[in-house]
């Protein structure tokens, strides 16, 4: 059993390459922030080549944010090449519930691909659980996760990673991980980063480059990523100087990853087994 | 009547949600600089989603940079759709001189769509008339607004404005602001900022914002949009060091708007009622 | 016959436009780093319009990252309207060898459009002869060109120059350029660099902008786009403070370029003529 810093030391060394179906608003930071952890990314989200480039891969990912019908068709070609090659499989489904086109590509998705992980906010999968028709799953949850309602998330989250068999994270004020039998909360991370467009969309492609160097114990895998990326997260904000603002907390984010040592992780993770 | 300052207080406080249908090589700093300034940005550029997208949103802003046959179609149909629900929109013609494909999108944008504000350069807004119909609008203004030649551009502003019930915005080294019978001076900002990608794109974004909590007095919140956003680029300006060039002033100026307090967009607007 | 320093400072006064049909993930960099460097940038994808920006522009830039249909179909619109023209065009394989969908585009591209130059990684370049028919390249050639194998890479560099009529750069530890008659190795750089997305596609299009300025002297000027890439990757590191990162480094190469002054290009270019 690797901890989180060994599991970050290996990902340098295998320097993994991840596929990202990712939306064009934070592809770019994505790209830096695979790069800043030690893996290679790719992105290509034209479904006449997709396939071909996820077979390159060994990790894939695929974020909701500016879905458009090419690249959706991209995503299940991409997909289905994952699970033939064993490939990891991580689904960001960014906003999935603010329209239709997001909430039937999140469910058939969820039908024809088998995840290896979902991430996304309490909302997300909230949304994307009740379109899956997972058993328990109502609206009344708390929205944000809290230490008060950590429990009744954990349930939701517990149902919804054994519905479709892949590890759910849940980003928040507390970070959850399950695997359905097993859970983690992270306590890493810093409410600011929500001021940074695509830390979500960053931190799903990181699990992607975690997930697919540690394919058999998943469950820490992710909660390493999370704890990573929380991290980075406090790092940065403690480097901020007056006058420095979302821009450059962006910059600082990656940058943390970038020049996290294993020994840094180790001592900053913040993970608790429930 | 609420000032600049108070302006910025209460979009803070709403935090609305703006829909932006954006180019790909800006929608980052779009995004970011719409958190910085207190917003909540959502893109989605597909037809088959952008109405939904449009009814979650408080305000609408339609950029031509990077058009395609599927942006400008969810373009016409989240216009349409934010008429209906009375939500403002922003046109920003980037380029619309360049091509026929821009110079007909906006003719036809401007036929179909009722917009709140349309923000461009001079060149922009030249082509944008002439291409409208607007009566008296020939190619000899001048290209750039100088204190020599801002009341032929004010009367050019004002003409348009009339003709499309629009506030119009003119950026350029002085920046001009009408409502077809009353005009604001602006003489905030840097010309350094042309040297940043997407600074305009920014400033069509953030006017989106003011825009949709002040809808009562629109003049107003467009002249303060322009002043803030000209307040970030003398701020951020001066607290460049030596080496520093256009990608650190890019940084520099969505923190500057970050960072900015009522109290100093109150005391640096510099707006002109004319 | 101009040095790369007063190369620089006629790019600086001519201000070139240079259209750039770029991928998605790098696009904001490559724009930012156009306006670095003096040039102006337009990008535009779409078939119904490439033509016509291409016209307004004085050199186009064809970029193989993240291609689909209607971005592939602009490219050969542009590419034979820049040689209808004489404008240069410049050709970056981005992971020509990942795909079919790139090959083949890459390869039909070379057939149907005349490229004044083609930038790539020394594994992009040969998956590019390859594929085009040139005579005598076959995969044994070493992947990364070091002192030991330039003699043997340059032999592949300049016969794909003479195969394709264009200057052919090989980007890597050792930068070469060839005419097909005659080469430089180019010494400026560092490995750090390929650690920031996109900085392969920021020389690309920094070549076009010299390229547009120095039509008759092609092999010198993009010798010196080169070199100042390496240059402002060398400055940008040498600025690095504690706990920076990539994302810190990709601000500031930018900005090298951006404060890069003739003077200090001709002092710090280490270009060899062979």
Redesign the interface.
């Known amino acids: 059993m690797e901890t989180a810093g060994e599991m970050l030391a290996r990902l340098r060394e295998r320097r993994p390459m991840i596929h990202a179906i990712t939306?064009?608003?934070?592809?770019?930071?994505v790209?830096?922030l695979l790069?800043?952890c030690g893996a290679r990314?790719?992105?290509?989200?034209?479904p006449?080549?997709s396939e071909?480039?996820t077979a390159?891969a060994d990790g894939l990912v695929l974020n909701l944010?500016?879905?458009?019908?090419?690249t959706i068709s991209a995503m299940f070609l991409s997909g289905k090449k994952a699970n033939a090659l064993g490939l990891p499989v991580v689904l960001d489904p960014v906003?999935v519930g603010?329209?239709?086109?997001?909430r039937e590509t999140a469910a058939r998705l969820l039908r024809e691909v088998r995840f290896s992980v979902i991430r996304g906010n309490i909302s997300e999968i909230r949304a994307l659980a009740q379109g899956s028709g997972c058993p328990g799953v109502d609206a009344d949850t708390a929205q944000q996760v809290t230490e008060e309602t950590v429990g009744e998330a954990l349930e939701l989250v517990g149902r919804f990673a054994r519905h479709t068999g892949a590890v759910v994270a849940v980003s928040g004020a507390l970070d959850l991980v399950s695997d359905g039998s097993q859970a983690r909360v992270v306590r890493n991370g810093r409410a600011e980063m929500a001021?940074?467009?695509?830390t979500g969309c960053q931190l799903s492609a990181l699990i992607g480059a975690f997930a697919s160097v540690h394919k058999g114990q998943m469950l820490d895998a992710v909660s390493a990523a999370v704890a990573a990326m929380g991290l980075a997260g406090e790092l940065a904000w403690n480097?901020m100087t007056p006058?420095?603002?979302?821009?450059?907390y962006?910059?600082?984010?990656?940058?943390?990853?970038?020049?996290m040592t294993p020994q840094v992780l180790e001592k900053g993770a913040r993970v608790e087994s429930r």
């Open positions: 939306n064009v608003v934070t592809a770019n930071d790209a830096n790069l800043a990314p790719i992105m290509a989200s034209a006449e080549e071909e480039i390159l944010g500016t879905p458009n019908l090419q906003g603010a329209s239709r086109l997001r001021l940074v467009t695509g480097r006058g420095d603002g979302n821009a450059t962006r910059t600082g984010i990656i940058d943390a990853v970038f020049t």
